[in-house]
């Protein structure tokens, strides 16, 4: 199931071919430049007061002893900030009957999680700035905190927001119809419950931002560590009353998003206020600490689902119940309620069952928002499916790798539509589930499996098979009101010496972005990679568009430069032509020079092209004009997502007196379409594989009766380290979209999404024989103890 050869399948095409990212020595000599690396002239800091509880009436604020110390220029409270900032909501007009009170940068009455910033304090340094915190003296009246998730649920509840009618945030259900008769009818039902932690990103490098607000021209300038510059000049434009024209966002390295930095935090606001306020640059960079208090959080659910067999073991439908806890707030602009309802539209997608009932709460708490982060609802879509999938096999006593491929789609069957409404152009399951078997050695794990049970080792084998949504249209945010993008753009130009200079709206994260677009522009122009530079994350500089995020830097915005590579390919061999006096079709471009395009003989440098056209236009006939820098925008409009497939498997060692778990080697088969860079396809899956491991095993935010955050630092809460972590064996198939002349769709968060439901199933695998079983994750030692009866 390869990708057809085109002219993207040359032999010594860029398309495919593995290739160093052109920013990693760089970045690995220390030479990267970070939001936190930026110095202006007359810049100041600043930090916040934090709440100290997770709902409380703000009684009083005293800051004159701050104000007082030498060195502090500003402390300001949310009055201050009302006057120059509006408030913002985080809904979306296509989630009907959705609700979220307004938020400002800071709060004027009530705090509503324990870390919410309440003051601002902007001084010559950080260290003063936090000095100065200290002389702040804030009273509370507290209220009551709505923290357990069943418990905002229940009649009469506090109320996160008083002002509202209840902690239901937004509430939907979809029904094809007849589920109730179908169950009814059923030969075998299985049933269980599901309980998700949440967790956090824990990114590489913090937030971080720099506002610099010039009132003589006008202008506001923000170095942001974010992935979306364009989403935010507008945001910024419309909050502060400032011409768009007049905003500039630059997003220099960035050490890693998920997913993280796309959204609106109350600090940032802030920060641009207070620029404002003073005149003057201010820099504010998030401590671990703090970004375990205010970063978005992610994956708390509960889910319960039940799913319907017949005699044979065909699955005939599901029925499912997702209610998810998502913070005091929704969050802007993309909202908190995309997780649920992808949880809901994604479960059960890998198989043809075509009768389906699911609803979703989305309930307000006082714990930190919840939001997007790395594969959006994926993991927990895939760990209800394919656990209900290995309890309904073991309920007819069938071997999940056969009760698979009973019941996957069959890869000839698409196109298709799922019963939750997605369109699905063309996916191969089958493929990936027999690739996968043979890449284990699947009835060699289990033949050692058994082996060592008799012998008191008990290991787990489990599978979990998966659909990813990348390339999203502007059936994603767009249909809701939201000003953002889902197209990208390129202006790519011949410089006076034959090297090429692409300025492009998708940016660079750390996936290799500049890497993807240098080879897709370097193919098209037949000329070296190093020939061509990329720019990315500066709205002065680069067009509009989208940016980065739901994996769509090389499906959209590789095919953006794709075709502007082909525009500008054509113009040059206009020019060639003339010169050669030559028909253009009768061209090429090979290795840097125009050739004869039937006998690949070479006849002129794209160099000296570039000479005459920059500098003897003159010899040129009369009227000619080259046009050697191109601007095109392209934004998908076949299937609204491009969605992308595979298979995971895990294969790990349960010590029943401990709970502990030994990862012993990870298993991925995965199809994002046409791979441009092996390499960084591999590295992508391998992150994701990683972070949702670490959700699997490790990553909880665990909070208190009270609200408080318990593990709020890398000393308690615990990431996946190398020395835990497995071989992780990747295999590829190739479906390409036809939207698209690429074909290439995301590979960004297909790891993350199978990796937790695969272990999942492998430690119940382990378990089995001791008639126990774990359905919440993270998987930790107590919760295996448990299990077993022996905690």
């Known amino acids: ?163 509202g009618h209840g ?90 998003s998920f997913g993280m930095k796309l959204h609106v935090y109350h600090e940032d606001m802030a920060v641009v206020g207070l620029s404002i306020l003073l005149r003057r640059p201010v820099k504010f960079v998030a401590d671990r600490i703090e970004s375990f208090v205010s970063d978005i959080h992610a994956r708390d659910h509960r889910v319960r689902a039940r799913m319907a067999l017949d005699e044979s073991g ?28 992808q949880v809901i539209r994604l479960i059960g997608a890998p198989y043809r069952f075509k009768t389906y009932r699911a609803a979703l709460e989305v309930i307000f708490q006082n ?38 491929a009973q019941n996957l789609i069959a890869d000839d069957a698409y196109p298709l539509t799922s019963p939750t409404g997605y369109k699905f152009e063309a996916l191969s399951h089958q493929v990936c589930l027999e690739r996968l078997r043979k890449m284990m050695d699947y009835d060699g794990l289990r033949a050692e499996q058994a082996g060592l049970r008799s012998r008191g080792i008990h290991r787990g084998i489990g599978i979990a098979s998966f659909v990813e949504i ?30 090429i200079r692409c300025a492009i709206s998708v940016t660079e994260q750390g996936q290799g972005t500049e890497a993807i677009v240098s080879q897709i522009v370097a193919d098209q122009l037949g000329l070296a990679q190093e020939q061509v530079k990329v720019i990315t994350g500066d709205t002065e500089v680069t067009p509009h568009g989208g940016a980065t995020w739901a994996c769509r830097g090389a499906g959209i915005g590789g095919e953006t430069a794709l075709q502007a590579a082909r525009v500008l390919k054509a113009n040059i061999l206009d020019i060639a032509a003339l010169v050669l006096q030559e028909q253009p079709s009768a061209l090429d471009i090979e290795s840097g020079e125009i050739v004869d395009a039937a006998t690949r003989q070479q006849r002129i440098a794209v160099a000296e092209i570039a000479r005459i056209a920059y500098f ?61 860079n092996p390499m960084l396809v591999d590295e992508q899956l391998r992150g994701g594989v990683v972070q949702g491991l670490g959700a699997a095993l490790f990553e909880e935010c665990r909070y208190g009766e009270t609200g408080q955050l318990l593990n709020g630092s890398l000393v308690d809460y615990l990431v996946p380290m190398a020395m835990e972590m497995p071989d992780i064996v990747i295999d590829h198939v190739e479906t390409p979209t036809k939207d698209t002349v690429l074909g290439a769709k995301g590979c960004g968060e297909a790891g993350t999404a ?11 695998d382990a378990l089995a024989p001791f008639g126990a079983s774990v359905n919440a994750i993270p998987i930790t030692p107590a919760r295996v103890l448990k299990a077993l009866g022996r905690f």
């Open 367 to 404: 714990k930190v928002q919840t939001s997007q982060y790395r594969a959006v609802g994926h993991p927990i879509a895939c760990a209800v499916t394919e656990r209900m999938v290995d309890l309904a096999a073991r309920r007819i006593g069938r071997d999940p790798f056969e009760f698979r």
């Open 616 to 676: 003897r236009s003159d010899t040129l006939p009369p009227g000619t004009q080259a046009q050697l820098t191109v601007s095109h925008h392209f934004a998908p409009q076949g299937y609204p997502f491009a969605f992308t497939n595979g298979i995971q498997g895990c294969h790990l060692e349960l010590d029943v007196e401990t709970g502990f778990i030994r990862l012993l080697k990870h298993f991925v088969v995965e199809d994002c379409g046409r791979i441009i």
């Open 754 to 764: 199978a990796a937790s439901a695969c272990v999942l199933n492998a430690v119940n």
């Open 470 to 499: 990348t390339n999203p249209s502007p059936a994603f945010y767009g249909v809701g009101g939201a000003r953002i993008s889902s197209q990208d753009g390129a202006t790519i130009s011949l410089t006076p010496s034959g090297e």
């Open 1 to 163: 199931m390869t990708a057809p050869l085109t002219s993207l399948d040359r032999p010594n095409s860029y398309i495919g071919r593995s290739v160093q990212r052109p920013n990693a020595k760089r970045l690995l000599a220390g030479r990267g430049h970070y939001v936190t690396d930026v110095k202006l002239p007359r810049m100041l800091h600043a930090a916040f007061l934090r709440s100290p509880h997770a709902h409380a009436r703000i009684a009083s604020i005293d800051v004159e002893r701050a104000r007082a110390l030498d060195g502090v220029h500003l402390v300001a409270t949310g009055t201050d900030l009302a006057k120059i900032c509006t408030p913002w909501t985080g809904t979306l007009d296509h989630f009907k009957g959705m609700t979220s009170e307004p938020q400002l940068a800071l709060p004027l009455e009530r705090v509503v999680w324990a870390g919410q910033a309440v003051v601002a304090v902007v001084a010559e340094s950080r260290a003063l700035a936090e000095d100065a915190l200290e002389l702040i003296t804030a009273n509370y009246e507290e209220l009551p905190a709505v923290v357990d998730l069943d418990e905002a649920r229940k009649p009469g509840a506090p109320l996160v927001n008083p002002a």
């Open 167 to 256: 902690n239901i945030c937004f509430r939907s259900q979809l029904d094809s119809g007849g589920v109730d008769d179908t169950f009814a009818r059923a030969a075998h039902v299985a049933d269980e419950e599901f309980s998700f932690g949440r967790h956090t990103p824990v990114t590489l490098e913090p937030r971080a931002i720099v506002a610099d607000y010039d009132p003589d021209a006008g202008t506001l300038t923000v170095h942001h560590a974010t992935q979306t510059p364009y989403q935010f000049q507008d945001l910024y434009s419309r909050h502060f009353g400032i011409p768009e024209a007049r905003v500039r966002v630059i997003a220099p390295d960035i050490g890693g």
């Open 314 to 341: 065909e699955i005939l439908a599901m029925d499912v119940h997702d209610v998810t806890a998502i913070g005091a707030f929704s969050t802007y602009p993309r909202t908190s309620v995309v997780e649920g309802n």
